[in-house]
């Protein structure tokens, strides 16, 4: 909206900010359901673009700060970096902390979506590590230096920092002092936005078809499928393959089910004003997945490493690896107690500041609920499903080396068994699904 020429968002805009909202999360949906391979290229593409976006920024700031007339005219904010008055008026009560470790855990996020598509990679176990501490490196040296950037043009008392609330757009104001700069950084940024939606899509499909492949989801033997996409059939109708090619596949069930809960995100923050909504929704995600998923993911690490007895042995060491994890599960924990205060500036104030919390409590609790049901069930039938899941491994092509294996197949089956006496004996009922998986993606053969 503001790249259209709207300067503040208003309720007379909301509708127009819904139907861009339903419409982008629809065009990533179907980017993915009609083409595997394409939907991939184009989250490159955007990954490079948000790359160049940083960089721009950086030389920008810098040249700012070399005294380099970009047309601004705006002297550089060469206060932001003096010690003795960068921390004036400080906000020291412990819920706007909170609040603000919060938002920097949601700025630095994304890291962690490579490790949902592990299948999706031709050899993950060879090529994952390396290239996600190069990502995590590069991400990390980009963002302080944007920050520096930033600190090189924009005075820390700007009123205009409130008002549009996007330090890009004020950034771009201060350097060009037109409005032409700010509504093209505007523009940009959500073309940057619309690539997050697009990889954000792609792993969350992939998490939801794992989830379901373990038998937790209803109907989970449909959003654990995946199908062959338009594109694919049309290289099997045109014969386009070479020998050793998969057909084009993606989970269209799982990525229907992401559009779903997307799509029912927007409508139940409707009511609310634009720029409340979208605090409300980044508020949400960063409690659930951020806080309540690092918590718990960092409590399971020390609880492993405190078990040796679970004979869970990583091949890679770091000295003092259980220190990371419990100072990271600590802070998480702080940062979630801490929210159920009340700030004295509240992000939204719309919304009581327990709300958001609140409901990213309940999330996990709905997860255990049906876990519960599950189990209840199973004992009230006197069955238990079982899952087993039978990869298949082969050698990479063209290499000599026993270790250096590929992932091609796995064989997912639930079983209801009746359980007599303690013992699981023959099954009722036997459903499987057998999947593979190359560079052109896992399908259901």
Not at 244 to 256: F, K, N, R, S, V
């Amino acid at each position: 909206m503001k790249a259209s020429g709207s300067e503040k968002p208003t309720d007379e805009d909301k509708g127009a900010i819904i139907a861009i909202a339903s419409a982008a999360i629809t065009a990533c949906v179907l980017v993915h359901l009609l083409s595997r391979r394409g939907g991939i290229i184009i989250n490159n593409f955007f990954a490079v673009l948000k790359v160049v976006i940083l960089l721009v920024i950086i030389i920008l700031g810098f040249m700012r700060a070399g005294e380099a007339d970009l047309g601004g005219g705006s002297p550089k904010a060469t206060d932001n970096f003096k010690l003795d008055n960068s921390f004036e008026d400080p906000v020291n009560d412990v819920p706007s902390i909170a609040n603000s470790f919060l938002f920097v855990l949601y700025t630095y996020s994304g890291w962690e979506q490579p490790f949902h598509v592990f299948a999706e990679a031709r050899t993950p176990r060879k090529k994952f590590p390396k290239y996600t501490l190069i990502a995590i490196a590069m991400t990390t040296v980009l963002y302080l230096l944007v920050n520096v950037a930033y600190f090189c043009v924009i005075p820390r008392d700007l009123g205009e920092i409130a008002i549009q609330r996007n330090m890009g757009v004020v950034f771009f104001g201060r350097v060009f002092a037109n409005d032409i700069a700010k509504r093209t950084m505007a523009g940009v940024i959500a073309i940057s936005i619309f690539g997050n939606i697009l990889v954000m899509t792609f792993t969350a499909s992939r998490v939801k078809q794992g989830i379901a492949k373990e038998g937790i989801l209803h109907f989970s033997l449909v959003f654990a499928t995946s199908n062959t996409t338009p594109l694919g059939r049309w290289q099997n109708r045109n014969k386009t393959m070479v020998e050793g090619e998969y057909l084009d596949q993606t989970p269209m069930a799982a990525l229907c089910l992401h559009w779903f809960s997307s799509v029912l995100l927007v409508a139940v923050t409707a009511k609310l004003t634009p720029t409340a909504a979208y605090s409300a929704l980044i508020s949400l995600y960063s409690f659930t997945f951020l806080l309540i998923a690092g918590f718990f993911t960092a409590a399971g690490l020390i609880y492993l490493h405190l078990r040796p007895s679970l004979k869970w042995s990583p091949t890679f060491k770091s000295p003092g690896d259980w220190v990371y994890a419990a100072i990271y599960c600590a802070s998480c924990l702080f940062g979630f107690i801490a929210c159920f205060l009340k700030p004295r500036s509240p992000q939204t104030p719309e919304i009581a500041w327990y709300v958001i919390p609140t409901i990213a409590l309940s999330a996990p609790l709905w997860g255990v609920l049906c876990y519960l049901g599950l189990r209840v069930y199973m004992g009230f039938k006197g069955e238990t499903l079982v899952v087993k899941r039978d990869p298949v491994i082969a050698q990479e092509e063209g290499s000599n080396e026993g270790n250096d294996m590929r992932w091609i197949t796995e064989i997912i089956t639930h079983e209801w068994h009746h359980d007599v006496a303690g013992s699981l004996h023959s099954p009722r009922a036997s459903l499987s699904l057998q999947e593979t998986s190359s560079p052109f993606g896992p399908g259901r053969v």
